[in-house]
C-alpha cells in the first residue's frame, strides 16, 4: 500500500492508504454481486425479464433478460439522466422505460449507465429492501466484520478522509454534499471507500465470501465478447493473457463532477488484486495501470519515468502559432510547464496523433456522430440538448474544435453559442452514439503539457509514459510539432 501527492491542494492534506476516493463505475461489480446474491437466496434468476420483475415496465427494455442488463447487452445505450440531476425511484423507472433501444435485446454489446440503474431498481423491488439497505446489510460487509465504505453522496456514507477531486479544467471537484435523490446514479456508480478496502472486498467476492462460490465463479467468467482479447463478464471486463502475461478480469469508474477516477485489478492465477485511484487528471489511475500493471502481475520490477527535464526560455516560448490550413496552437506557462493548446482538426491531430488501431476515419465518425447528437438528432441528444438549455439557454451555433483518442476512447471537443456566451466542451460516445463521458463546460480544449529537454526542445509531462508521442521545438518565430508521421510548423501570430 502506497499514496501520493495531496488529497486537498487548499489544506495542503496529503493522500494516505485511509484516503477515501469515489470508485464510480467500479459500483457496477457492487451490483452486480447484489444480483447474484439474490440468485443464490432464489429471489430472481438471469434469465427473469424485466417487465416480470417491474410490471410498471411498457417500454421496450421490458423484454430485457437480467443477464443481458448485466452484460450490456440490454439494448439501452447511455444514460437515463446526468449524474447530479436529483431523480426519485419512480421519476428514474420512467426515464428508463422511455428509452428507445438502439439493438435488439441480446444482438449487441452497449455500455449502459441506465441499464445497471434498472438492475438496482430490480433490486430494491426483490430484495424486500431498499437498494442502499441491501447492498449495506449484504455486499459490502467485510469477512472482519467491517464495512466497505459507502455512499460519496448520500447515506450510507462513506467515511472521511476523503480526497478532494480536480477536474480537467483545474477546478474541484463535486465534495459529497449533493442532497439527492440519487437514482440517476444508483446502481451504476456513487460508492466511495479505501483502496484497502476495495482489495479487501474484491478477494471475498472472488473466494465465495460475499456470494455462494458457484456464483463467484459466475461472475468471473466472460459472458460476451467485445473485442479480441476481451470481454463482457458480470459487472467486470474479462481480459485473455495477451495484454499482462496472464488472465485477468478488471473495472474502473470515474469522470463526471467529482473528478476522482480508480480502476480495479483481479489475477485469478495468483489471486492477486491491484487497485488504484486518483484525485486529479494528470496521472490517472487507468494510465498508471497501462504503466506498472504488466510488472505487478508479473512480479517484475515497477518502470521508471526515463526522460528528464533539461533547461528551455518557456516564457519566450508563449504566444499563438497558427498553421496554413487554419488551424492554431497556444502556448502558455503553467506551474513550470508549457501548456500547449490545439484549436482545429489540422492542430489537433498534430498535437494528439492517433495511436495504432484508431485512423483518422474513425475519429472523422465520431466527430459527426457528436455534430447528430448535438443537433437532437437522436433521443439522447434531444436529452443533451435540454439538460444545456435548462443550464445555459438557447443552444445556438455549435462549433466542432476537433477529436482526439483519449485512452481507449474518443473525445470530440466544442464550442457552443448560447447568446452572447461560447461553453467549450467535450464528449465521448460510444458506437451507437450514446453518451459514455462529457464535460461541459470544460476550460482546457485539447491542451497538452510539456517539459523541457533542452535546446528549446520539449517533451510531454507524462509520468506514467503513455501519453501522445509528440515533441514541440521554437525557433525563429516559428513552433514545430514532431509526431509519429512527421513534423508539422506553425507560424507565430503577429
Known amino acids: 500500500m502506497a499514496a501520493y501527492g495531496s488529497a486537498n491542494d487548499a489544506t495542503a492534506t496529503p493522500n494516505t492508504v485511509d484516503t477515501v476516493f469515489s470508485i464510480g463505475s467500479i459500483t457496477k461489480a457492487f451490483t452486480a454481486a447484489a444480483v447474484f446474491h439474490l440468485v443464490d437466496d432464489g429471489k430472481l434468476a438471469l434469465d427473469d425479464r424485466a417487465g416480470k420483475l417491474l410490471p410498471e415496465l411498457d417500454g421496450p427494455v421490458a423484454n430485457a433478460t437480467v443477464e443481458q442488463l448485466l452484460l450490456h447487452t440490454s439494448g439501452l445505450n447511455g444514460t437515463h439522466a446526468n449524474d447530479t440531476e436529483p431523480m426519485g425511484r419512480e421519476a428514474a423507472l420512467k426515464a428508463i422505460d422511455g428509452l428507445e433501444l438502439a439493438a435488439r435485446p441480446g444482438s449487441r454489446y452497449l455500455y449502459s449507465n441506465a441499464g445497471y440503474t434498472l438492475l438496482a431498481l430490480i433490486i430494491d423491488k426483490v430484495s424486500g429492501s431498499s437498494y442502499r439497505d441491501y447492498l ?175 533547461r528551455g526560455d518557456m516564457a519566450a516560448a508563449a504566444g499563438t502559432y497558427e498553421l496554413g490550413t487554419g488551424g492554431s496552437f497556444e502556448v502558455a506557462v503553467r506551474d513550470d510547464h508549457l501548456a500547449v493548446t490545439a484549436t482545429g482538426a489540422d492542430a489537433v491531430t498534430a498535437l494528439f496523433p492517433p495511436p495504432a488501431g484508431i485512423s483518422a476515419s474513425d475519429l472523422r465518425k465520431h466527430e459527426e456522430q457528436v455534430g447528430a447528437l448535438l443537433a437532437g438528432k437522436t433521443q439522447e441528444g434531444r436529452k443533451e440538448r435540454a439538460a444545456f438549455e435548462r443550464q445555459y439557454g438557447p443552444m445556438g451555433d455549435i462549433t466542432l474544435t476537433g477529436t482526439i483518442a483519449h485512452g481507449d476512447e474518443m473525445r470530440t471537443y466544442v464550442t457552443i453559442a448560447s447568446g452572447s456566451k461560447l461553453i467549450p466542451g467535450w464528449f465521448s460516445l460510444n458506437a451507437a452514439g450514446g453518451v459514455k463521458a462529457a464535460e461541459i463546460p470544460t476550460k482546457g480544449a485539447a491542451t497538452l503539457h510539456f517539459l523541457p529537454s533542452g535546446d528549446d526542445r520539449y517533451h510531454p509531462d507524462d509520468p506514467t509514459g503513455v501519453r501522445p508521442d509528440v515533441t514541440v521545438a521554437f525557433a525563429d518565430g516559428r513552433m514545430t510539432v514532431t509526431g509519429p508521421a512527421g513534423s508539422t510548423a506553425a507560424t507565430r501570430a503577429g
Open 136 to 310: 449495506a446489510s449484504h455486499i459490502l460487509p467485510l469477512p472482519d466484520g467491517r464495512v466497505a465504505g459507502g455512499y460519496w453522496n448520500g447515506k450510507p456514507a462513506a467515511p472521511a478522509p476523503r480526497a478532494l477531486g480536480y477536474l480537467e479544467s483545474g477546478e474541484a471537484g463535486e465534495s459529497g454534499d449533493f442532497a439527492g435523490p440519487f437514482w440517476a446514479v444508483e446502481g451504476n456508480g456513487g460508492l466511495a471507500m479505501t483502496m484497502k478496502d476495495l482489495v479487501t472486498w474484491t478477494r471475498a467476492l472472488f473466494t465465495g465470501k460475499v456470494v455462494s462460490p458457484q456464483s463467484a465463479r459466475a461472475i468471473a467468467t466472460p459472458g460476451r465478447e467485445i473485442s479480441e482479447g476481451r470481454a463482457e463478464a458480470w459487472g467486470w471486463v474479462a481480459y485473455d493473457a495477451s495484454v499482462y502475461g496472464k488472465p485477468f478480469l478488471a473495472t474502473a469508474g470515474g469522470g463526471g463532477d467529482i473528478g476522482h477516477n480508480a480502476v480495479l485489478v483481479w489475477v485469478p492465477e495468483d489471486q492477486m488484486v491491484i487497485a488504484m485511484a486518483a484525485n486529479k487528471p494528470k496521472i490517472s489511475a487507468e494510465k498508471l495501470l497501462e504503466t506498472v500493471g504488466p510488472a505487478l502481475a508479473l512480479g517484475k520490477p515497477l518502470p521508471v519515468p526515463t526522460v528528464e527535464a533539461g
